[in-house]
């Protein structure tokens, strides 16, 4: 019955030495200073499961709504307006969801670590307890108990019975591949079917490919280093999100205080930049194709090639996410078990790419989102390559010469539009961070993760790639701009990308409070000015007008990277999960510096070492082995078109890894665009 050490002494109780020991190991603040308030506190989880009494304890996260409005602050000694915006900041739930404020645990809600008897965790006494005690001001969302260690599912020993084997057959077909070079059996065995299907799965083969430094005259060679880049900006908003969730969230809200800031704040451009290459390959595979058989045929075949690697890394972190996290898996932005929980429920809709259409809080695995708006957009974007491919063939004419331009225009408008709309709408905010509100589900689900909004740098993308067969095949020649109207254009990209960046300074930091057509606007035309810089730099370094620029990006040193960096965006999410949910305590915000340094860079490493591994055991092998089988079934089809176009891997390599010499065949055209 007691609560305090003077109890537990008064009364002399016998034995109450695990009593004091569950009150050290329950959780408390990170400071009692306001100004470090802290909504997450830890304890002792350890101390806790090693108590020895006359009842099993666990360590429980109980998950607590409050309602802030309700508490007179002044009256222990504390003053709003001492917090970064001056009030608790808001978690914007938004009509997309229940209206259930648990079913997403906010910046403002109280995480508290208890050492508690171990029946208690089903107990449905503690939520009315808490509520009574505290008048209502007090919800309990939830109490998620750290026991021992989930049983493995049959589901996990599946898994890993393929994961294995997948190993197995690579180690196999290594020594095998070495063999046959060593022993001169290569061009004997080269041309045999088998043979081919084994050496796909070589694992010197496919690091050779990997990790070649040559490029081609024909390649677009600046793109890995913004993949590369983009990436890294891509994972450092996710490791600022995380750590937004730890001991001392509030902190974070400060960080918008200092102007550049915004560089790693305001990361919402970068994903737009992933898009926009993705729109950029599709469209210049298939026009320099076009160049070559005007009988051409587009097929979207992306959905074969990309669903093994990526589907396979979902069932990888289903299987062993529950084996490897810890008791910081309940937390909010890092809830891992939420996670796994939707990928049992809803992977199917991961198989087909339409994930994007589900509340957000029910998607599986964070990044899949992109592919899935990803490959819509793939599949969508036949209906502005047609419609330029005939502006092209009867450019002479006026009216159908349009088309095209008329088309990839409509779609911008189109995106133009419907953000407009849906802003108006919904009263969504133009960016989903603020310090006045640290989240909103509607931004996420209406906007964020739709192909209708995302649209825009695809399109742009599509123009360019267009815009840069047209140049090298001289169907379109221009002159050697002259150096004032470069540096005009450099100026232009440039001023354009940092008002894009900095231009939400003050909205960022809650000193201005944007009107519904502000942040339609700018969601709307942040988007064109940000495709727009973009283009203009994979443009310059493809027609030599970047200077010391296009010597950087076009750097050997980038083309791994790049190669790999499909494979590092799967992994990422679930390096991250994994590396915060193992430590003994939340993570600790410190700034938005220090987080890059501290978290991001090992990410980043991390989750390339992983993606060589990935890469080499399943995307690359699997992509191979569907390039062989479509040859050989293109062979006994005479009727198939003569061209077809496979969104597959990296390069324009066919299967047998040589560039395609006959046009009078079906060839396999490997696309990097799912990177």
């Given at each position: 019955?007691?609560?305090?050490?003077?109890?537990?002494?008064?009364?002399?109780?016998?034995?109450?030495?695990?009593?004091?020991?569950?009150?050290?190991?329950?959780?408390?603040?990170?400071?009692?200073?306001?100004?470090?308030?802290?909504?997450?506190?830890?304890?002792?989880?350890?101390?806790?499961?090693?108590?020895?009494?006359?009842?099993?304890?666990?360590?429980?996260?109980?998950?607590?709504?409050?309602?802030?409005?309700?508490?007179?602050?002044?009256?222990?000694?504390?003053?709003?307006?001492?917090?970064?915006?001056?009030?608790?900041?808001?978690?914007?739930?938004?009509?997309?969801?229940?209206?259930?404020?648990?079913?997403?645990?906010?910046?403002?809600?109280?995480?508290v670590g208890l050492c508690m008897p171990a029946s208690c965790e089903k107990d449905t006494n503690i939520g009315r307890i808490l509520s009574e005690a505290t008048n209502d001001t007090a919800h309990l969302c939830d109490i998620s108990?750290?026991?021992?260690?989930?049983?493995?599912?049959?589901?996990?020993?599946?898994?890993?019975?393929?994961?294995?084997?997948?190993?197995?057959?690579?180690?196999?077909?290594?020594?095998?591949?070495?063999?046959?070079?060593?022993?001169?059996?290569?061009?004997?065995?080269?041309?045999?079917?088998?043979?081919?299907?084994?050496?796909?799965?070589?694992?010197?083969?496919?690091?050779?490919?990997l990790f070649a430094v040559g490029s081609k005259s024909d390649s677009i060679n600046c793109l890995d280093a913004i993949r590369f880049i983009t990436f890294t900006w891509v994972v450092n908003g996710h490791c600022d999100l995380f750590?937004?969730?730890?001991?001392?969230?509030?902190?974070?809200?400060?960080?918008?205080?200092?102007?550049?800031?915004?560089?790693?704040?305001?990361?919402?451009?970068?994903?737009?930049?992933?898009?926009?290459?993705?729109?950029?390959?599709?469209?210049?595979?298939?026009?320099?194709?076009?160049?070559?058989?005007?009988?051409?045929?587009?097929?979207?075949?992306?959905?074969?090639?990309?669903?093994?690697?990526?589907?396979?890394?979902?069932?990888?972190?289903?299987?062993?996410?529950?084996?490897?996290?810890?008791?910081?898996?309940?937390?909010?932005?890092?809830?891992?078990?939420?996670?796994?929980?939707?990928?049992?429920?809803?992977?199917?809709?991961?198989?087909?790419?339409?994930?994007?259409?589900?509340?957000?809080?029910?998607?599986?695995?964070?990044?899949?989102?992109?592919?899935?708006?990803?490959?819509?957009?793939?599949?969508?974007?036949?209906?502005?390559?047609?419609?330029?491919?005939?502006?092209?063939?009867?450019?002479?004419?006026?009216?159908?010469?349009?088309?095209?331009?008329?088309?990839?225009?409509?779609?911008?408008?189109?995106?133009?539009?419907?953000?407009?709309?849906?802003?108006?709408?919904?009263?969504?905010?133009?960016?989903?961070?603020?310090?006045?509100?640290?989240?909103?589900?509607?931004?996420?689900?209406?906007?964020?993760?739709?192909?209708?909004?995302?649209?825009?740098?695809?399109?742009?993308?599509?123009?360019?790639?267009y815009f840069i067969v047209q140049v090298r095949k001289q169907t379109i020649k221009i002159r050697q701009p002259k150096t004032w109207e470069l540096a005009l254009c450099w100026f232009l990209a440039s001023a354009s990308a940092l008002?894009?960046?900095?231009?939400?300074?003050?909205?960022?930091?809650?000193?201005?409070?944007?009107?519904?057509?502000?942040?339609?606007?700018?969601?709307?035309?942040?988007?064109?000015?940000?495709?727009?810089?973009?283009?203009?730099?994979?443009?310059?370094?493809?027609?030599?007008?970047?200077?010391?620029?296009?010597?950087?990006?076009?750097?050997?040193?980038?083309?791994?990277?790049?190669?790999?960096?499909?494979?590092?965006?799967?992994?990422?999410?679930?390096?991250?999960?994994?590396?915060?949910?193992?430590?003994?305590?939340?993570?600790?915000?410190?700034?938005?510096?220090?987080?890059?340094?501290?978290?991001?860079?090992?990410?980043?490493?991390?989750?390339?070492?992983?993606?060589?591994?990935?890469?080499?055991?399943?995307?690359?092998?699997?992509?191979?082995?569907?390039?062989?089988?479509?040859?050989?079934?293109?062979?006994?089809?005479?009727?198939?078109?003569?061209?077809?176009?496979?969104?597959?891997?990296?390069?324009?390599?066919?299967?047998?890894?040589?560039?395609?010499?006959?046009?009078?065949?079906?060839?396999?055209?490997?696309?990097?665009?799912?990177?």
């Amino acid at each position: 019955q007691c609560k305090s050490l003077e109890c537990l002494r008064d009364q002399k109780i016998t034995n109450a030495s695990y009593a004091v020991q569950m009150l050290a190991s329950t959780g408390h603040p990170h400071s009692l200073n306001f100004h470090e308030l802290s909504m997450t506190w830890a304890g002792d989880h350890k101390l806790c499961l090693s108590i020895e009494g006359p009842y099993d304890t666990n360590y429980c996260f109980v998950h607590v709504s409050v309602d802030w409005s309700a508490i007179d602050f002044e009256k222990f000694g504390f003053k709003i307006s001492q917090l970064p915006g001056g009030h608790i900041p808001n978690f914007d739930m938004g009509q997309a969801s229940s209206g259930d404020r648990c079913t997403a645990m906010a910046l403002s809600n109280v995480k508290v670590g208890l050492c508690m008897p171990a029946s208690c965790e089903k107990d449905t006494n503690i939520g009315r307890i808490l509520s009574e005690a505290t008048n209502d001001t007090a919800h309990l969302c939830d109490i998620s108990c750290v026991g021992p260690t989930a049983e493995p599912s049959s589901f996990f020993y599946l898994f890993n019975v393929v994961f294995i084997s997948l190993i197995v057959i690579a180690v196999a077909a290594s020594v095998l591949d070495y063999l046959a070079m060593r022993n001169g059996l290569e061009n004997e065995l080269k041309n045999k079917t088998a043979w081919k299907i084994v050496t796909s799965f070589s694992i010197i083969r496919n690091s050779s490919s990997l990790f070649a430094v040559g490029s081609k005259s024909d390649s677009i060679n600046c793109l890995d280093a913004i993949r590369f880049i983009t990436f890294t900006w891509v994972v450092n908003g996710h490791c600022d999100l995380f750590t937004a969730d730890g001991d001392n969230g509030f902190q974070m809200l400060r960080a918008p205080e200092q102007f550049i800031n915004d560089i790693l704040l305001n990361a919402y451009a970068s994903v737009d930049t992933f898009f926009l290459v993705s729109g950029l390959l599709v469209s210049y595979t298939f026009f320099k194709r076009v160049h070559s058989n005007p009988e051409y045929v587009y097929a979207p075949y992306n959905w074969i090639i990309l669903t093994p690697s990526y589907m396979l890394f979902i069932a990888f972190f289903v299987a062993w996410t529950p084996q490897l996290h810890d008791v910081w898996a309940t937390g909010v932005a890092q809830n891992s078990t939420m996670f796994v929980e939707n990928c049992e429920k809803y992977w199917w809709l991961n198989a087909l790419y339409i994930n994007n259409f589900r509340n957000v809080l029910d998607i599986c695995y964070g990044p899949s989102w992109f592919l899935a708006v990803d490959t819509q957009l793939y599949w969508a974007a036949p209906l502005f390559l047609i419609a330029i491919f005939y502006s092209w063939m009867d450019s002479f004419n006026y009216i159908s010469g349009k088309t095209g331009l008329g088309t990839a225009i409509g779609g911008i408008l189109f995106s133009v539009g419907a953000t407009i709309f849906l802003t108006a709408l919904y009263d969504l905010p133009a960016l989903g961070f603020t310090v006045q509100a640290t989240g909103n589900l509607d931004f996420m689900t209406y906007l964020y993760i739709k192909p209708w909004i995302r649209c825009i740098p695809y399109i742009t993308g599509i123009v360019c790639g267009y815009f840069i067969v047209q140049v090298r095949k001289q169907t379109i020649k221009i002159r050697q701009p002259k150096t004032w109207e470069l540096a005009l254009c450099w100026f232009l990209a440039s001023a354009s990308a940092l008002t894009v960046i900095f231009s939400a300074y003050d909205y960022l930091r809650g000193a201005s409070d944007w009107s519904v057509p502000v942040r339609a606007l700018y969601g709307s035309f942040a988007r064109i000015g940000w495709s727009a810089s973009v283009a203009w730099v994979i443009l310059a370094c493809t027609f030599d007008w970047a200077g010391p620029v296009k010597w950087l990006l076009e750097h050997p040193f980038w083309y791994p990277l790049g190669r790999l960096s499909f494979c590092a965006f799967l992994a990422h999410w679930f390096v991250l999960h994994i590396l915060l949910n193992s430590g003994d305590g939340p993570a600790h915000f410190v700034s938005l510096w220090h987080t890059y340094a501290t978290l991001t860079i090992p990410i980043v490493v991390l989750s390339y070492g992983l993606a060589y591994v990935w890469s080499c055991l399943v995307e690359i092998p699997f992509g191979k082995i569907e390039g062989i089988s479509f040859d050989m079934y293109s062979i006994d089809n005479k009727s198939l078109p003569t061209f077809s176009i496979f969104h597959i891997a990296r390069s324009e390599m066919n299967s047998q890894g040589q560039k395609p010499k006959d046009a009078g065949r079906v060839t396999t055209i490997e696309v990097d665009n799912h990177h």
